[in-house]
């Protein structure tokens, strides 16, 4: 299966039978992003969690109903 990295453009072929090739192919919503651009992002994220002033905003909490 021929995929196109959504960041940098650079098309490669991945084997059918792996499981993001079957996700492609199933919802078509899902995008492809390459080991070097996912690395990239990584290794950028890991240095904003370091300042310390990264955060993660999560949805409301689950109240209990009484």
């Given at each position: ?25 199933n ?33 409301g ?6």
């Open positions: 299966m021929r995929v196109k990295c959504i960041l940098c453009e650079k098309i490669e072929k991945i084997d059918d039978q792996l499981p993001v090739a079957k996700r492609l192919r919802r078509p919503i899902h995008t492809y992003m390459c080991t070097e651009c996912s690395e990239r992002i990584a290794k950028k994220t890991q240095a904003r969690i370091a300042t310390g002033k990264f955060r993660i905003y999560r949805s909490k689950e109240q209990e109903i009484l």
